[in-house]
């Protein structure tokens, strides 16, 4: 009795260990995504503004307008006239400054915003290109948009994306160093029902057969379990903090992280046991 309670807690202890290291691994993969979804709408918000000539056409605007849409990579453009302009400033600044200095001194302009998932690596090489581009069009004065932000927000984003593959890939290596050491107690557990089973002369693959379908089950339910605390963390912080971490446009990455964690867990779980079961079976 005594052994099989220590079995059960061996197989406990084996799923724990599996779904507590999984849970970490959906909850970086979480954090992954959503500061790639930030991050891109983050520069989609970034607006380029194009000045334009003070006494150009609202016809020749618009052509200048046209053209720049028509452009690779360019997901909307606004058009504000001078007039449009000066009654957004007004508004802004409480009172008609026109009526106050006597004449708008503001230029029309064509605000632009990219789409960021359709740029290439090389997007400040883009931009750049685009900036010049635009510059040489007829009643076009310049380009203006600020560089340091786009910088700032392109360089966090890759050093946030390093850091969590690297935590990813170290937490990967505890996880088969984790689970390699539960399996192998659990082994260690049937050690005599092994020994057995060897004097009769039973293979090594017909011995590790019942180990490898023990893991793949151990991977799978500890995959299902982390995924299921992963959803219950985001619906938490989601309440708590009010995020927006449950809209249905989440849910295919969701499911696209909890199948990666029954994969992976099953794939850990079976490498691991197979690796451990031959070796124990090699020294005995």
Same mark, same amino acid.
């Given at each position: 009795?005594?052994?099989?309670?220590?079995?059960?807690?061996?197989? *406990? $202890?084996?799923?724990?260990?599996?779904?507590?290291?999984?849970?970490?691994? #959906?909850?970086?993969?979480?954090?992954?995504?959503?500061?790639?979804?930030?991050?891109?709408?983050?520069?989609?918000?970034?607006?380029?503004?194009?000045?334009?000539?003070?006494?150009?056409?609202?016809?020749?605007?618009?052509?200048?307008?046209?053209?720049?849409?028509?452009?690779?990579?360019?997901?909307?453009?606004?058009? =504000?006239?001078?007039?449009?302009?000066?009654?957004?400033?007004?508004?802004?600044? #409480?009172?008609?400054?026109?009526?106050?200095?006597?004449?708008?001194?503001?230029?029309?302009?064509?605000?632009?915003?990219?789409?960021?998932?359709?740029?290439?690596?090389?997007?400040?090489?883009?931009?750049?290109?685009?900036?010049?581009?635009?510059?040489?069009?007829? %009643?076009?004065?310049?380009?203006?948009?600020?560089?340091?932000?786009?910088?700032?927000?392109?360089?966090?984003?890759?050093?946030?994306?390093?850091?969590?593959?690297?935590?990813?890939?170290?937490?990967?290596?505890?996880?088969?160093?984790?689970?390699?050491?539960?399996?192998? =107690?659990?082994?260690?557990?049937?050690?005599?029902?092994?020994?057995?089973?060897?004097?009769?002369?039973?293979?090594?693959?017909?011995?590790?057969?019942?180990?490898?379908?023990?893991?793949?089950?151990?991977?799978?339910? %500890? *995959?299902? =379990?982390?995924?299921?605390?992963?959803? =219950?963390?985001?619906?938490?912080?989601?309440?708590?903090? *009010?995020?927006?971490?449950?809209?249905?446009?989440?849910?295919?990455?969701? %499911?696209?992280?909890?199948?990666?964690?029954?994969?992976? %867990?099953?794939?850990? $779980?079976? $490498?691991?046991?197979?690796?451990?079961?031959?070796?124990?079976?090699?020294?005995?």
């Amino acid at each position: 009795m005594k052994n099989k309670v220590n079995l059960w807690g061996t197989h *406990g $202890a084996t799923v724990l260990g599996i779904t507590l290291v999984l849970f970490m691994l #959906g909850l970086l993969l979480g954090v992954e995504y959503h500061s790639y979804r930030l991050t891109h709408d983050a520069q989609e918000r970034i607006t380029y503004k194009v000045d334009l000539s003070p006494d150009v056409s609202d016809s020749l605007a618009l052509v200048r307008k046209s053209e720049v849409e028509a452009m690779a990579y360019v997901k909307h453009v606004d058009y =504000i006239s001078k007039q449009k302009a000066a009654e957004i400033f007004s508004e802004d600044l #409480g009172e008609d400054f026109v009526g106050f200095i006597g004449y708008n001194p503001l230029y029309p302009s064509l605000m632009v915003n990219f789409n960021v998932s359709l740029l290439p690596d090389n997007s400040s090489e883009v931009l750049d290109r685009f900036c010049a581009e635009v510059g040489r069009m007829e %009643g076009v004065t310049g380009v203006a948009y600020q560089e340091n932000v786009v910088g700032e927000l392109r360089e966090v984003f890759y050093k946030l994306t390093w850091f969590l593959i690297v935590f990813i890939a170290l937490l990967l290596i505890i996880t088969i160093v984790l689970i390699a050491a539960l399996i192998r =107690i659990a082994i260690y557990g049937q050690r005599e029902t092994i020994r057995t089973m060897r004097l009769v002369g039973a293979k090594a693959s017909f011995i590790a057969r019942p180990f490898l379908w023990r893991s793949v089950w151990y991977g799978a339910f %500890g *995959g299902i =379990i982390a995924s299921a605390l992963t959803v =219950i963390t985001l619906w938490v912080c989601s309440n708590q903090f *009010g995020w927006d971490l449950l809209a249905t446009e989440h849910w295919l990455w969701y %499911g696209a992280i909890a199948a990666t964690l029954v994969i992976v %867990g099953v794939a850990i $779980a079976y $490498a691991s046991t197979l690796f451990t079961v031959r070796s124990y079976i090699a020294k005995h």
